[in-house]
Every structure is written in structure tokens, then in C-alpha cells.
């Protein structure tokens, strides 16, 4: 174990009082290197036991450790707020992949009042998966839905769907579908039943159409 500063004063008084007089520039002479400040506590410590030199001098350093630390976490939140505000006009700016959320759309044209079959299809213009199906759909009964075809994947796998449970009113409907690469197709089938609710007339056409909202890369 290293001898501490007061074993080495009782060992030789006189010289320790020698060169304590011509060492005085020097503020850690007598000071216990094996003890590392961290507070100001450990200086009172050591002020307590009568080395009052390194105690001077531990005093300084752990203020001046206090204050580092002090500048060091208000610098380390404010780098955190200003990422936090950045990311509100460029959030994917720390990302190699830009990822939005965007939407993607097929549809067809019908004659209100003549019912028939609907097959829609349509190619994304970038990588979209899907978590959100929306109809335009104005009333109960004006299509029906069997297939909904995100790639090679059949999301409907049985019987049909009323398109207005799909609306952009219903409340949590939601569908887990694949991701639909450019090099692939959405395909939504089914059979327009022919209704023409108010204030549409019959013989008027509409534009029937399936939205699909999801994220997707970013095209720049």
C-alpha cells in the first residue's frame, strides 16, 4: 500500500517542513494521489484530517469537476433538444432510409344504377406496406368485396365484404398487408350492386375507389 502523506510527515518532520517552504508553489505537495475528487465533501474530508494543502487543492479540482460536469450534461441536452426539433422538419434525417406515410389508390369508373362486376388494379410508384383500407363507398349495399390483393397475398380469404365497412368513418378497421413492392400489383375485386342513393341520380357516373394508406420509401 502507498504511504499516505501523513506517514511520510512522521517519518521526517523537519524535512517535510523544509520542503514544504520550498514547494509552496506547488499546491498537491503532501496530497493524497491515491484519492481521486469527485465532490466537494471529499476536500472537507481531508481538511478534517489535517491535510489542509491537498485539501486546498482537491477543493479546486472538484469544483471545477462539478462545473464540467455540469456544463457537459446542459451541452448534452441541449444537442438533444435541437436533434428533437430538427426531426420536426426532416424526420427521417439520421435515417439511410426515408420512410413516410403515403397513399396509394385504385379505382373505376361506374354507371350509377347498372350493376357490375368491379376488378381494380393499379402499381405502386415506390414500396408501400399497407395498414389502412378506405372506400368511397356512400352507402350500405353499394359493392361488395371479395378480393383484396397486395402482391401474391389475398388479404380477404373468405366470402365478401360490405366496401362502406371501410369508410373513411370506420373506427379502427384495419388489415395487417404485405409489403407491395413497384414490382408488383393491388388488385381489388367485386361486384358494384347497382344502388344510386341521394343525392346521386341513375345514369350518372362514379368513381368507385380503394385507398391504401401505409408507409412507404420516399422517392428522394
Not at 498537491?28 to 494521489?33: K, N, R
Not at 477543493?59 to 456544463?71: C, G, K, W
Not at 441536452?77 to 435541437?82: F, L, Y
Not at 395498414?131 to 389475398?154: E, H, K, M, W
Request: aromatic residues 8%; hydrophobic residues 40%.
Amino acid at each position: 500500500m502507498r504511504p499516505s502523506a501523513r506517514s511520510l510527515v512522521l517519518r521526517d518532520p523537519a524535512m517535510a517542513a523544509i520542503m514544504g517552504d520550498a514547494y509552496k508553489a506547488q499546491p498537491d505537495f503532501g496530497a493524497d494521489y491515491g484519492l481521486v475528487p469527485q465532490s466537494i465533501a471529499d476536500a472537507t474530508t481531508l481538511a478534517q484530517r489535517g491535510d489542509y494543502r491537498g485539501a486546498e487543492q482537491l477543493d479546486i479540482d472538484a469544483s471545477a469537476l462539478v462545473h464540467d460536469q455540469r456544463l457537459a450534461y446542459h451541452l448534452m441536452e441541449q444537442r438533444r433538444h435541437t436533434e428533437e426539433r430538427l426531426a420536426l422538419l426532416n424526420p427521417n434525417g439520421l435515417s439511410t432510409e426515408k420512410i413516410e406515410r403515403y397513399t396509394f389508390s385504385v379505382e373505376q369508373l361506374v354507371v350509377l344504377g347498372a350493376a357490375e362486376g368491379l376488378a381494380m388494379t393499379n402499381s405502386p410508384l415506390t414500396d408501400i406496406k399497407p395498414d389502412r383500407l378506405i372506400f368511397n363507398a356512400p352507402c350500405y349495399n353499394f359493392a361488395l368485396i371479395n378480393t383484396v390483393q397486395v402482391g401474391n397475398t389475398s388479404v380477404i380469404i373468405g366470402g365478401s365484404e360490405d366496401a362502406f365497412n371501410y369508410t373513411n368513418v370506420a373506427v379502427d378497421v384495419r388489415l395487417g398487408m404485405p409489403l407491395c413492392r413497384t414490382s408488383s400489383r393491388i388488385l381489388v375485386g367485386g361486384q358494384y350492386n347497382g344502388l344510386a342513393p341521394a343525392p346521386f341520380t341513375a345514369g350518372n357516373e362514379y368513381t368507385f375507389v380503394g385507398t391504401f394508406h401505409g408507409w412507404a420509401r420516399m422517392f428522394a
